[in-house]
């Protein structure tokens, strides 16, 4: 439960005393005027003390969780009233995991050794046991009235607002992309004068194209049905080689403006089961492509899959090696290595085969080894909702 927890800021995350944030909070409540102000914001604001944890929480907050008075909220810090995924792995709680040095709330809040940011940062969050994924504008402020034990942290959720951004770069960039080529293709195929083999060739690049341009809008429709609980698991005989054929092969026709090969490892077990096929070829292609994008010119990139005991597990590897950084934030919705507002790929892995597909999603990454993403997935699953 421990392994992730990050010693330098440990130390300095000793929770005080619950009659002694019942004092901090009563100061608070009894201020009418500081209570209606706080109130009136239509982001969420907390009062925080020095040990990061909630002393007054606004209606807009609570209002958002869900509960029902402050009692539910007081004394946790932001991401254990939020229910991060991360929080859970520290008995100190939200702040003292290797993942929180990379979140923006860590970074907004002072410490005793580092005062408050008042730079705007932004905080992911993925929520224990629901697996939504919520975007977070954050910053700090000294509480008025000059208590220094005590400060302002303001959330403002961004989530849509990334969510936007992401479908104009990702989405519209990609499809103009694919119909710019499958213009440029078919005004060739019409304006000139082709040998058979040509024309056929073409013709071929042509249908590979619009297989793509339906993929990414699938794609996109699958992803924002699976955020809004509308996607619906339709489970069906599937089998497993024949899978990673399908992958391969798409990866390997030569439309996919990459060099490196996809090769199914020799080992790959040949069987059958039941479960969403529609939904695990998009998880094994979402591998593959990061497989892909991580590899150099004429790089291989192997696939492959294995039996798990009851399961059946299923991996990509390549010889890349991810930074630690980027390892810690891989899941995460609005993350990317790619730049601002890109790639989808890792989170929308995550999100369909655990939530959906009932099954595990984890990696290995070092320079010795290579990066292995794998997906462990049940032989069975029941047609139904999350």
């Known amino acids: 439960m421990n392994e992730h927890l990050c010693p330098s800021d440990a130390s300095e995350q000793q929770r005080c005393s619950q009659v002694e944030i019942e004092n901090q909070s009563k100061a608070i409540s009894s201020n009418r005027q500081l209570r209606e102000v706080l109130d009136a914001f239509p982001g969420f604001v907390l009062v925080l003390n020095h040990a990061r944890q909630i002393v007054f929480a606004n209606q807009a907050f609570l209002h958002f969780l869900d509960a029902t008075s402050l009692a539910e909220v007081l004394g946790k810090k932001p991401g254990d009233a939020l229910a991060c995924e991360h929080a859970v792995q520290s008995v100190l709680g939200c702040g003292t995991t290797v993942f929180c040095s990379t979140c923006g709330a860590n970074k907004a809040t002072p410490l005793l050794h580092r005062p408050a940011n008042d730079t705007p940062q932004e905080c992911r969050i993925r ?68 040998d058979a083999k040509k024309e056929q060739q073409f013709k071929n690049v042509l249908h590979r194209y619009a297989h793509r341009l339906a993929d990414e809008v699938e794609a996109q429709s699958a992803l924002a049905a699976a955020e809004n609980n509308d996607l619906h698991v339709q489970a069906a005989p599937c089998e497993s080689l024949a899978l990673l054929e399908e992958v391969a092969a798409f990866y ?135």
């Not at 919520?134 to 400060?151: E, I, M, W």
Request: hydrophobic share 30%; with cysteine; glycine share 10%.
């Open 127 to 194: 929520q224990e046991g629901s697996g939504k994924s919520f975007d977070f504008r954050v910053q700090t402020a000294p509480f008025p009235g000059g208590n220094d034990s005590l400060y302002l942290f303001f959330l403002t959720d961004i989530s849509h607002e990334k969510r936007r951004r992401a479908l104009e770069r990702i989405f519209f960039h990609d499809v103009a992309n694919i119909a710019t080529g499958m213009v440029g293709l078919s005004r060739t195929l019409c304006d000139k004068k082709l």
């Open 252 to 386: 390997n026709n030569g439309g996919n403006n990459q060099t490196c090969r996809v090769e199914i490892g020799a080992d790959a077990v040949a069987t059958e089961f039941f479960t969403d096929p529609r939904l695990l070829h998009r998880i094994l292609t979402n591998m593959t492509k990061n497989g892909v994008e991580a590899s150099p010119p004429e790089g291989v990139v192997r696939i492959g899959c294995e039996q798990a005991g009851s399961d059946l597990e299923f991996w990509v590897h390549n010889q890349g090696c991810m930074p630690e950084t980027v390892q810690l934030q891989i899941f995460q919705r609005s993350f990317s290595t790619k730049g601002t507002g890109r790639g989808l790929g890792t989170y929308s892995i995550k999100l369909l085969g655990e939530r959906y597909l009932k099954g595990r999603v984890s990696f290995t990454s070092t320079p010795e080894n290579g990066t292995t993403f794998r997906f462990r997935c049940p032989c069975h699953i029941e047609t139904a909702n999350p």
